[in-house]
């Protein structure tokens, strides 16, 4: 730092605490911590993160000898020994872009889709359903969604929708690099040092805390509606200014400020009647007198003031009338109290308490009040679902009002947007711009497009391992990376179910769907995202050993129930084509660091060849014996590629006869542009999986150069060769005929015997018209295969990795063994599902009567 820049600084530190403290005698007095929060008050160029205190306590813990250095300064005037170890100490070291450019990036890109009107109408809703239908127990709710997904951002959006938001987040004081920053006050009260207090002292400190957010709340308000002529959206807007969450300004942290000085006077009884004369002035006496029933006075009102709750009731009341008499009496959102991170308050403290039980009941007991219709709320945000279950104890102090509201609680939001920067079909012209990372990462979760490619990676990689490296054996993060490629199905009824769920959300980038209102089932899932498949790919196949490792972790997961296999073995189908493309891939691209990549490719969404693709999967056995069919068919395909890096599920059939808006071609083109394929869901007749298949002409639409090929799984051992034959295109269920040739695939994974054979028409191939349109007969133009057996002989790949084909074969023959070990449990599951179908094993109730040894004989 330059001589006279330092020199400046001194200068303004004697003259600002001079003015503050009248004396620097005085200053001397105060606490450490206190003087340096003033000085860096003072100076903008100093360091403002020590405006906190708790990063100024900290500082002075930390450097005792800087704080004897502050006092002797105050003491003699002599400034300079003690601003040289200041300046040295608290001098901001330049942030690591990788760090917190990549987290700060999505809060100053236009905000882009609607998450934030979907908020807006769930707590208009939440507010008529708790005035009108009764039983909810406080108007509190959650924001469940995994990181990056955009919760902070769609809360503080609300401002655009003419809402009040006073954001705060409640970080932990250690997590430093991450983003928006942690605002000390709102965290230290209501987050920490609880060790030492009760349920009732730390219920006041809640109720306190609030009290003093309403009046501040409510003296704002009236100052900006005097201040831009009562201009309802001119005095949001700059309070929303003011208090944005992602920054750090003056005026937001002296609002936190101005509440902890109300806070700490409140607290202490020897300011408490000064406080409460504050407060009555603040207040309408108006309303007041109507609400009290004798008039109230600073005296009065001190006899009762440790009633901290109707306290905080009282300065509650009157936030709303406010509130009311400015913007109306309506269901629309006003005012939101956003805690971030509020997982924090999940944590019992010394088994005696959790404080989110604590702080729910505080807000239930204000926003109980009879009369009061403002729609004023508290919105938890967090990535973990145990936020939903902030709820009521059975347990009711007997200080507490709470006992006069429901039990209720409001399903959490989880629908935070989607693929909110993808790019429409109708601007994607060439079939290659859909491997390119820029084009990828604007797919899923906003965080991704915010950042560059380089920063997306590298953060893509940690989110979705929650670390830095890829942990093969902590099945959490094994199970993360598998199931985002290939779509594992987790079996609810399983004891580790709820929490590998919780987990996934929290902290491997899963997403939470939905969450039912008793709390009970949460409905999660790995949705289409394609710069996560990528990544997923590059960390299974990072060491040789890897993916092996991992498929055993996953395996050891089917055997207990965790995860499902399908009654067809679909999952090792899924895995077996994914890892066929993977090998080819690899072979044909060179495999490079993710992150140090200058590549505008990323290599596992890349494109390959459908003639090499058959063929590293099946070997030249793929095609027919017969020469002239073979050459046939490989002519057919000779412009035809592949690209997939994960599957995604269906929950209907793809098409059905009554679908009037069909398009089958736009249909594959829009998985291809996102490079996925397709898991049927398990009542689709006929096949149970399509993958894309793109036709390279120069003279077509990327539509029209759509086709597909049809997979149909069997794990049986029975082998069923002809089944193949059934596979149709056109059947109404599926109704995908492109005019292009298709392939058609049966596995018969659990037949021992190994056989690869297929067929293609000799006939004329089909060729264009003048309208760059065909439509040959269907069995012309169908490549149909049957592969039976899982071993290197089928697939001949599995050779590349030790121990795989082993590993395959083993899971294979999960799917074949009974859902129930025991015959008898399965019959006795047939006799409680009667009529489930017209076999007699569900029709005749006259089994429930027989013994073991005659129910297995019927």
Known sequence: MAAKERSNILDRMVAFLQKEFGTLEDASRMPADYVIMMLVKGDPQLPQEYLNVSNAEELCQNQPQLVEMLKEACLSGDFNRFASAFLRIVQPKPPTPAALDYLINPFKTPYVGAAVDGLYEYLRENNRKFHREGGHYGKFCSIVQSSGSGKSRTMIELGSKGVMVLYMNI?????????????????????????????????????????????HLGTRLR?????????????????????????????RVQFFQDVQETYWKITNPKSARACIEELLQKMDPVFFSEMSP???????????????????????????YTLDDLMGTTDDPKLVIAIDEAHRLSTMVND??????????????????????????????????RIADFSVRSQIHNSQRAVTAGSRLFPPYTLTGWDQHAIPLADITYADDVSKAEHLIRYGRPLWH????????????????????????????????????????ICFGHPEAAE??????????????????????????YPSEPILSHVAGWLLHNEPDYIVDALKCMERKIQDGLIELGKSGQLVSRIVWILGKDSLVRQLYTPTVPDRTQSPYLLYCQKVPLTKYLEKCFGNTVWPDNKQQAEAAKNAFQNAYVNFSHWISMEENICDEYRSDWCAKQWLLRHWARTAAIQCCHGQPLIDKVIPIYFHNAGRSLQDSMSLMMISDKAGATASPTDVNAIQAKHVSINCVTGLPCIAVTLDMGVVKTEVRSTFSAKQSPRLNSLGYADPDEEDSCLRIYASGMNAKTFPFLEEQVSLETLLQSIVQHATEPAYPHPVGERLQDEMIYGSTSRPRHMEWENGAKGPAELLKS
């Open 223 to 251: 100052e900006l509606f005097d201040l831009t002529g009562c201009r309802i959206s001119r005095a949001i807007e700059l309070w929303r200014n003011e208090m944005d969450g992602t920054l750090v300004g003056n005026r």
């Open 352 to 385: 005696r308490f959790r404080p989110s039980h604590l702080l729910c009941r505080v807000i239930s007991a204000y926003s109980c009040i009879r009369g009061y219709l403002g729609s004023v709320w508290v919105v938890f945000a967090s990535t973990s679902s």
């Open 294 to 320: 004798k008039p109230l006075t600073a005296e009065n009102y001190e006899e009762e003031f440790l009633d901290y709750e109707q306290n905080m009731r009282n300065s509650y009341s009157n936030l709303i």
């Open 171 to 215: 970080r932990d004081k250690a997590d430093k690099h991450n983003w928006p920053p942690r605002d000390d006050i709102p965290a230290r009260i209501l987050a920490e040092d609880l060790g030492r207090l009760t349920e009732e002292s730390y219920t006041q400190r809640c109720c306190i805390f609030f009290t003093a957010i309403f009046l």
């Open 450 to 489: 915010s950042n560059r490619l380089r920063d997306t990676v590298m953060l893509a990689k940690e989110k979705l391992c929650n670390g830095r490296t890829f942990n093969v054996h902590d099945s959490n993060q094994v199970l993360a990376v598998l199931g985002q490629r290939f779509s594992l199905d």
């Open 500 to 525: 590998f769920l919780e987990t996934g959300v929290a902290s491997h980038l899963r997403v939470c769907d939905a969450i039912t209102e008793d709390r009970m089932w949460r409905f999660t899932s």
